[in-house]
């Protein structure tokens, strides 16, 4: 069975960092793609940072040089650096299987004070 489990959100000041972590369980040999997500009040959600399984990642324009995704087997972190009010949001873990299927952690809140 698949489970995404999230945890290191919080609360953090203008300025501040956090790391969010994601532990995967199951076939973690087929896991095509890792991501993290984050879906504000009255947003859709929207896509922040993912790394595939070669290790490529990418990362929306507005967190560029201020968050950094990585996998380490079957966890995948986000480091988040100088966070900014309009970073406040929660935070979900996605895993993308090579057969198609996709998964989703419980979300975690990131609430960033100004």
């Known amino acids: 069975q698949v489970q995404l489990v999230e945890s290191g959100g919080g609360l953090v000041q203008a300025g501040g960092s956090l790391r969010l972590s994601c532990a995967v369980s199951?076939?973690?040999?087929?896991?095509?793609?890792l991501g993290w997500y984050r879906q504000a009040p009255g947003k859709q959600r929207e896509l922040v940072a993912v790394i595939t399984s070669g290790g490529r990642t990418n990362y929306t324009d507005s967190v560029k040089g201020r968050f950094t995704i990585s996998r380490d087997n079957a966890k995948v972190h986000l480091q988040m650096y100088s966070l900014k009010p309009e970073d406040t949001a929660v935070y979900y873990c996605?895993?993308?299987?090579?057969?198609?299927?996709?998964?989703w952690g419980q979300g975690t809140q990131v609430t960033v004070s100004s």
């Open positions: 996605n895993a993308d299987w090579y057969s198609g299927d996709s998964y």
């Open positions: 199951g076939s973690i040999f087929s896991i095509n793609a």
